[in-house]
């Protein structure tokens, strides 16, 4: 059973924006065609055979030529870094590139890199300047800041090159969340998401003879009431052993701050009943209860459960790439630690409302700029890589030879397929002027480290016409650059 569709390959969480100087000779090139759009379809458009790499037989992609073969990929590493991923297995990037160079002599797939704290001030530049680099990675930090300022192209222009509505190739609930006023900002390969899972550690629980959170899941009772209950039960009465840790329970981890209306413009949820309720509910885990570590040691949760201090987390899970919840049970292992790091998932938190938990979800996906150069190179590729991406998790899988497949029960082999049937939580906020920091200023630490009661209303109340201030300015500008075109 293939029910592993989830990666979040960190370095390409990151990759992002670069200059020109390192790139290909793009003078020949003429930015973002106009006759893109094809009455093709997927089938009839891909007919040449890939070859060049084991992870790409029988893939067949656009008979390209001359510059349609050349791509530009912004990122923050450079090739000597995927190059080194290469050496201790098959990474994606690597492999594609070469079948692509391979399948089109004398094409190429350059990488260029730029600071990632630089990625919108040098891709705006680019835009502004008539042309740009071909494929920019692009998450939740950059959207709707980069679609809102015309920085992306609308893939759909590129769907048969893509196969865009292929779900085997992209993830389709996702990449609605980031559709923008009936654009498509990018594609989200169905390898890439990594969803949030809670971790804990069964030796702990077993013995202090409490039922496991993975227990009263699959007795149909893993909700908010009960992980508060549970927490409460793992919580030494001196505070040194926590029911949980890190900052799993964000602000935004069940209900968004922001929603996106379908003019673009942005509404500050913070209001809502619902996005009230989870806040004061996530709070008093910390504050009411102290059944959730508040200190500066939070930071380290990661160590926290193997070493067997704290016995709930939040942690990615991936089946190809390192994610949390491998590194601690590894980390268990390197320690020789009796934890026994164990699979669940994160509580429903109205049941009445929502039978399935709403589960946070890191994601990455591939623009192509606004002003590419090569927008039908960039779309072969990325269909590409994400073919590739998804056949050597197959081989991983038929192998037998991935860590957690080995190491995952029944139960939590089936629960990842249940993870994947249920809604996601993406939030936007972070990408709305200084919204972010004034989150992390006003909000985020008071919440994991003040040791005094807040009221959570009273604190939401307080940052609210900050963060409109924010929201205000964004649909200001982005209403001024809509008159302008």
Not at 234 to 241: F, L, N
């Amino acid at each position: 059973m293939l029910f592993i569709k989830r990666i979040m390959p960190m370095v390409l969480a990151l990759a992002l924006v670069f200059s020109l100087s390192a790139c290909h000779n793009r003078s020949e090139i003429t930015p973002t065609k106009d006759d893109i759009f094809t009455d093709k379809s997927p089938e009839e458009i891909h007919t040449k055979s890939v070859v060049g790499s084991d992870f790409a037989k029988d893939v067949k992609v656009a008979e390209l030529s001359g510059s349609d073969t050349k791509v530009v990929v912004m990122m923050t590493v450079d090739w000597d870094y995927i190059d080194t991923l290469q050496k201790s297995g098959p990474f994606h990037q690597y492999e594609a590139t070469k079948a692509w160079q391979a399948t089109y002599p004398g094409g190429d797939v350059k990488i260029h890199t730029v600071q990632l704290n630089e990625h919108t001030m040098t891709l705006s530049a680019q835009v502004a300047g008539g042309e740009s680099d071909d494929i920019i990675p692009g998450n939740s930090g950059t959207y709707p800041l980069w679609p809102s300022k015309g920085l992306t192209m609308d893939m759909n222009r590129l769907k048969s090159y893509l196969d865009l509505e292929n779900p085997e190739i992209y993830d389709q609930e996702l990449m609605k969340a980031y559709t923008y006023k009936g654009q498509q900002a990018w594609a989200v390969m169905t390898s890439a998401p990594t969803r949030t899972y809670l971790a804990y550690n069964k030796t702990k629980f077993d013995n202090c003879g409490e039922k496991t959170p993975m227990e009263y899941y699959l007795e149909g009772k893993w909700d908010w009431t009960q992980f508060v209950k549970t927490a409460k039960a793992m919580t030494s009465g001196d505070k040194t052993d926590f029911g949980f840790t890190g900052w799993g329970l964000g602000l935004t981890s069940c209900y968004p701050m922001t929603i996106i209306n379908d003019d673009g413009t942005v509404k500050l949820n913070i209001d809502d009943t619902k996005f009230v309720r989870y806040a004061t509910a996530m709070y008093d885990v910390y504050q009411k209860e102290n059944c959730a570590r508040n200190d500066w040691d939070l930071q380290n949760w990661a160590i926290l459960l193997p070493q067997g201090t704290d016995c709930m987390t939040y942690a990615s899970l991936s089946f190809v790439h390192p994610n949390g919840f491998e590194n601690m049970v590894k980390s268990a292992d390197r320690k020789q630690t009796d934890a026994d790091i164990r699979l669940a998932p994160i509580p429903r938190f109205d049941p009445n409302d929502e039978p399935m938990p709403i589960i946070p979800v890191e994601t990455w996906g591939y623009c192509i700029s606004s002003r590419a150069a090569n927008p039908i190179g960039a779309a072969e590729y990325i269909r590409l890589e994400a073919i590739v991406m998804n056949n050597i998790e197959a081989m991983h899988i038929a192998n037998g030879d991935n860590y957690l497949m080995n190491y995952l029960n029944d139960d939590e082999k089936a629960l990842v397929d249940y993870i994947n049937t249920c809604p996601t939580i993406t939030d936007y906020t972070k990408a709305i002027g200084n919204c972010w920091n004034i989150l992390d200023q006003d909000a985020i630490g008071r919440i994991h480290y003040d040791e005094a009661e807040l009221d959570m209303r009273s604190l939401l109340a307080n940052i609210k016409p900050l963060l409109q201030a924010e929201v205000a300015l964004y649909n200001d500008n982005l209403l001024k650059d809509n008159a302008n075109k």
